[in-house]
């Protein structure tokens, strides 16, 4: 099986811009979560999508957004892009979601100029 | 929200030695799971322990959930154990995990 995807795997954007990033989950998996990483704030939970819903969100400005197709990839969003979005945002995937076995991509690197 | 503190923040080993890793979390949780992150990025579940004590291979966790900490043994330790090894815990019905900040692990040759 192929493992997760994400594209791109680097990009760089300038403040008030938006940006896309894609993740493909492992076949079969239902559930994608979304995390950023940072050296100030660590690891942190964006949101969960299961079977296209939104099923769990963490503490994030309405900025960033996500949606899950019938296919299980997904998308997040961020509009109006500010200096510390700069991050690794890593998605990972899931056949049951929740705290089950997850298996992550390799990242998206975001650097905001 | 629940407090997570790791230690130590940095542990430098030579190889086949053994290392004890600890999370402690400030309130009660009903999941909590060990990850390790290896120095190009990539980030691989280990456990998902919320009680009790599992082992896979060199690698095993133990989680004492009353005490409110959990442990993450490496023994003969190689150098592919390098990385930051983070513990992520959560509470209630939802999975809304709350990181630590990591344990830096450098094995050396």
């Known amino acids: 099986k192929a493992g997760v995807t994400q594209t791109p795997r680097y990009l760089i954007k300038t403040r008030g811009q938006q940006v896309t990033l894609s993740c493909s989950p492992i076949s079969g998996h239902r559930s994608v979560s979304w995390y950023q990483q940072t050296p100030g704030q660590g690891l942190q939970f964006l949101f969960e999508y299961f079977s296209e819903t939104q099923r769990n969100k963490g503490n994030f400005p309405g900025r960033f957004s996500g949606r899950q197709f019938s296919n299980s990839r997904s998308e997040m969003n961020v509009s109006t892009l500010e200096l510390g979005d700069s991050a690794l945002y890593l998605c990972?995937?899931?056949?049951?979601?929740?705290?089950?076995?997850?298996?992550f991509g390799p990242g998206t690197r975001l650097t905001v100029l | 929200g629940i407090q997570v503190e790791q230690s130590p923040p940095d542990l430098i080993l030579q190889e086949g030695a053994n290392s004890t890793l600890r999370c402690n979390f400030s309130d009660s949780v009903n999941n909590l799971q060990w990850f390790h992150q290896n120095p190009w990025g990539q980030l691989i579940n280990l456990f998902y322990?919320?009680?009790g004590t599992k082992q896979n291979g060199r690698l095993s966790a133990t989680t004492v959930a009353t005490e409110r900490y959990s442990l993450l043994y490496i023994s003969s330790s190689q150098t592919t154990d390098s990385g930051v090894y983070f513990c992520?815990?959560?509470?209630?019905?939802?999975?809304?995990?709350?990181f630590g900040r990591g344990t830096s692990l450098i094995v050396h040759p």
């Open positions: 992520a815990v959560g509470s209630g019905g939802s999975y809304i995990p709350t």
């Open positions: 990972a995937s899931s056949q049951k979601g929740g705290a089950n076995e997850q298996f």
């Open positions: 322990i919320p009680s």
